[in-house]
């Protein structure tokens, strides 16, 4: 069969982008190696700048339905509470930030609502489609699998995690470090015994890592993340889950009354030498992997995705030259390099979970796309995230919304733009100041200035019509 992008892997890079290239009504379909979604919790925290990509996408009704709060840390110790250990700085929701904290919903659950959402828009899950080889040409990849008829694609992108077949074979390392040499267990079970509101933890004690219970929002599970000395093989099996609980806590072994899910892994901190290999990009864990430790990965790789889809579509639908997909590595590959030093930062206790975790203040000010033509700009500037508010009336998130570039004309007269471009105009919005601001689809300022002229040249040259 053919298709114009074969995207590898459901998890929440791919299928975040299957959805855009769906309301984009671009023709492509996801894979999966194995026979359904993935059904663990790892990655269980939402920043508020993919709360702001998930509104866009249509999605963040339903996660906000599913989720909630994160619950402030109570430390034990002997069986006793000795003390609350806040997790998070606290912030306030703003006019212009309306999502101040991370949302908690289990990995499985986000992934159940991301391909509900792509179902509704009629894209596709192929699942039980494990990838062995591929070869590219100038027009396209052909995708060969363990079963099933090869798929001819125009454009791949791998997202199927940090132990990628697709990077792997094409020759592309990953430059990083171990993290943490002591290997972690991570398991969704079912408990009594631990109240709800609390995010339970016990320090090591003697040889002993520590043991975190976590109650997992709008599930019935609590997700146990154990800590083993440094060669431990761990053991997987709900009696050796429970044999862990009970010497690291006060419950009995049989406060356990279910294990769900388990995995073990060792932390550590990697970043692919390239995101793209021609007619092929690597997007999520296959291009960057995170310690878990505030909340990064997942994050960063829905953004991946967001920033990839708009991209291809514009090329697909002939309204932009190839030479726009180049700006993907050069966009992604600096933010993931920086987040992966905020994981390890936040790993080693090096950093807090707070204003660099929120990922509201990321930015491409250096990319070729984009264009500030002030001299002496200041507050908002081309590069930055968009920011909500109202601008006469109108919302500005609301605005954006959907696959188009947006114009915000605050105090500046709005030149003629393409049809596909919507147009906000108003006397003032404090968050942007006076000017005119050229809004990607994927929320960021591509252009900033007062020249109408520069602005429709800008335009002519980027923006889909």
């Given at each position: 069969?053919?298709?114009d992008?074969?995207?590898?892997?459901?998890?929440p890079?791919?299928?975040a982008?299957?959805?855009?290239?769906?309301?984009?009504?671009?023709d492509a379909?996801v894979?999966?190696k194995?026979?359904r979604?993935f059904?663990?919790?790892?990655?269980k925290?939402?920043?508020p700048?993919t709360?702001?990509?998930?509104?866009?996408?249509?999605?963040?009704d339903?996660?906000l339905?599913?989720?909630g709060?994160?619950?402030?840390?109570?430390v034990?110790?002997?069986?006793?509470?000795?003390?609350?250990?806040?997790?998070?700085?606290?912030?306030e929701?703003t006019?212009?930030?309306?999502?101040?904290a991370p949302?908690?919903?289990?990995q499985?659950?986000?992934?159940?609502?991301?391909?509900?959402?792509?179902?509704?828009?009629?894209?596709?899950?192929?699942?039980?489609?494990?990838?062995?080889?591929?070869?590219?040409d100038?027009d396209?990849?052909?995708?060969?699998?363990?079963?099933?008829?090869d798929?001819?694609?125009?454009?791949v992108?791998?997202?199927?995690g940090?132990?990628?077949?697709?990077?792997r074979t094409?020759?592309?390392?990953?430059t990083?470090e171990?993290?943490?040499?002591?290997?972690?267990?991570v398991?969704?079970?079912?408990?009594t015994g631990l109240?709800r509101?609390?995010w339970?933890?016990f320090?090591?004690r003697g040889e002993?890592?520590y043991l975190?219970?976590c109650?997992l929002?709008g599930?019935?599970?609590?997700?146990?993340?154990a800590?083993f000395?440094?060669?431990?093989?761990?053991d997987l099996?709900?009696?050796?889950i429970?044999?862990?609980?009970?010497a690291r806590?006060?419950?009995?072994a049989?406060?356990?009354?279910?294990?769900?899910?388990?995995?073990d892994?060792?932390p550590?901190a990697?970043l692919?030498?390239?995101?793209?290999?021609?007619?092929?990009?690597?997007a999520?864990?296959?291009?960057h992997?995170?310690?878990?430790?505030?909340g990064?990965?997942?994050?960063?790789?829905?953004?991946?995705a967001?920033n990839?889809?708009w991209?291809l579509?514009?090329v697909?639908?002939?309204?932009?030259p190839a030479?726009l997909?180049d700006t993907y590595?050069?966009?992604?590959?600096?933010i993931?390099?920086?987040?992966?030093?905020?994981?390890?930062?936040v790993?080693r206790g090096?950093?807090?979970r707070?204003e660099?975790?929120?990922q509201?203040g990321?930015?491409?000010?250096?990319?070729?796309?984009t264009?500030e033509?002030?001299?002496?700009?200041?507050?908002?500037?081309a590069?930055?995230?968009a920011?909500?508010g109202?601008l006469?009336?109108?919302?500005l998130?609301?605005a954006?919304r959907?696959?188009h570039?947006?114009l915000?004309?605050?105090?500046?007269?709005?030149?003629?733009?393409?049809?596909s471009?919507?147009?906000?105009?108003?006397?003032?919005?404090?968050?942007y100041g006076?000017g005119?601001?050229?809004?990607r689809?994927?929320g960021?300022v591509?252009?900033?200035g007062?020249?109408?002229?520069?602005?429709?040249?800008?335009?002519g040259r980027?923006?889909?019509?």
């Amino acid at each position: 069969m053919n298709t114009d992008v074969l995207v590898v892997g459901a998890g929440p890079t791919g299928l975040a982008l299957g959805i855009d290239l769906a309301r984009r009504g671009v023709d492509a379909l996801v894979v999966e190696k194995a026979d359904r979604l993935f059904p663990g919790s790892r990655g269980k925290g939402l920043q508020p700048r993919t709360m702001e990509v998930f509104d866009d996408l249509g999605v963040l009704d339903a996660i906000l339905a599913v989720g909630g709060t994160y619950p402030v840390g109570m430390v034990w110790q002997d069986g006793e509470r000795v003390g609350e250990h806040r997790m998070f700085d606290p912030a306030e929701a703003t006019e212009d930030s309306p999502y101040n904290a991370p949302w908690m919903v289990p990995q499985w659950r986000t992934q159940q609502v991301l391909f509900e959402r792509l179902e509704e828009l009629g894209g596709r899950v192929s699942f039980g489609r494990e990838v062995v080889g591929f070869e590219q040409d100038a027009d396209g990849v052909t995708v060969r699998f363990a079963a099933g008829a090869d798929v001819r694609a125009r454009y791949v992108v791998a997202a199927d995690g940090g132990r990628s077949v697709v990077r792997r074979t094409l020759g592309i390392a990953m430059t990083g470090e171990t993290v943490d040499p002591n290997p972690l267990l991570v398991a969704d079970v079912r408990i009594t015994g631990l109240d709800r509101d609390n995010w339970h933890v016990f320090p090591p004690r003697g040889e002993s890592g520590y043991l975190a219970v976590c109650p997992l929002a709008g599930t019935e599970d609590f997700q146990v993340v154990a800590q083993f000395p440094e060669g431990t093989v761990v053991d997987l099996s709900p009696d050796a889950i429970r044999a862990v609980v009970t010497a690291r806590s006060h419950l009995a072994a049989e406060s356990v009354t279910e294990v769900r899910w388990a995995s073990d892994f060792r932390p550590r901190a990697a970043l692919a030498d390239r995101f793209r290999s021609g007619r092929i990009f690597l997007a999520g864990d296959a291009a960057h992997v995170h310690s878990p430790a505030g909340g990064q990965g997942l994050n960063t790789s829905v953004q991946d995705a967001y920033n990839l889809g708009w991209k291809l579509g514009a090329v697909l639908r002939g309204d932009a030259p190839a030479a726009l997909l180049d700006t993907y590595e050069e966009e992604r590959r600096p933010i993931a390099a920086h987040m992966l030093g905020i994981s390890t930062g936040v790993h080693r206790g090096e950093v807090r979970r707070g204003e660099a975790t929120r990922q509201l203040g990321l930015g491409y000010r250096d990319s070729s796309l984009t264009e500030e033509t002030r001299t002496a700009p200041s507050g908002l500037r081309a590069g930055d995230r968009a920011p909500d508010g109202k601008l006469d009336g109108v919302r500005l998130f609301d605005a954006f919304r959907g696959p188009h570039w947006t114009l915000v004309a605050v105090g500046v007269e709005a030149p003629e733009l393409p049809e596909s471009v919507r147009v906000v105009t108003g006397e003032d919005q404090p968050s942007y100041g006076k000017g005119l601001f050229l809004v990607r689809p994927d929320g960021y300022v591509g252009w900033a200035g007062e020249d109408a002229a520069t602005l429709v040249s800008y335009a002519g040259r980027t923006v889909t019509r």
